[in-house]
């Protein structure tokens, strides 16, 4: 029997999303409207200090959707890597999205995202503007186009 009156398949998504952490079902955050490269090279807290004073913010990458508009947005990219919302909370060797959130949904590249050597620069996330567009783990310091986006 299908769950919405003329579905083609027995199976249509509500908008619940699993909390990985909680375990937990709440409803999903919306899906960003706009995902905007900006072609300037900033360091991350630059680059998070822009977006949010257009009111806006670093993409967070919540799902396999989300990482497919921003593996199109990347490719026009002048950097070899494009910051991401995503920080590592040194003390607990854990990577944390700008909205607070956990990272469930992931796409580090090989030896990337697991421990990070925090004691000389505190560590962000970038996604790759070539290859297979993996993420990738920089210092902060270094300068890059950066994804906002706009909810």
């Not at 990458?61 to 995503?86: D, F, P, Y």
């Not at 607990?92 to 990337?112: I, K, R, T």
Request: proline content about 2%.
């Amino acid at each position: 029997m299908n769950v919405v009156k003329g579905a083609s398949t027995a199976a249509v998504w509500l908008g619940l999303r699993n909390y990985c952490i909680m375990n937990m079902w709440l409803w999903a955050e919306e899906i960003p409207d706009k995902l905007i490269l900006i072609k300037e090279n900033l360091m991350w807290s630059e680059a998070l200090r822009y977006c949010r004073q257009n009111r806006m913010d670093l993409v967070s990458v919540h799902s396999g959707e989300i990482q497919r508009r921003v593996m199109n947005v990347v490719k026009g990219a002048s950097t070899a890597a494009v910051w991401l919302g995503l920080h590592n909370y040194c003390i607990m060797n854990m990577w944390l999205w700008v909205s607070g959130e956990m990272v469930c949904y992931h796409n580090w590249a090989p030896g990337n995202g697991t421990t990070e050597n925090c004691s000389l620069e505190n560590r962000k996330g970038a996604v790759q503007s070539g290859g297979d567009q993996r993420w990738i783990s920089l210092p902060e310091s270094h300068k890059l186009n950066f994804i906002c986006s706009r909810y």
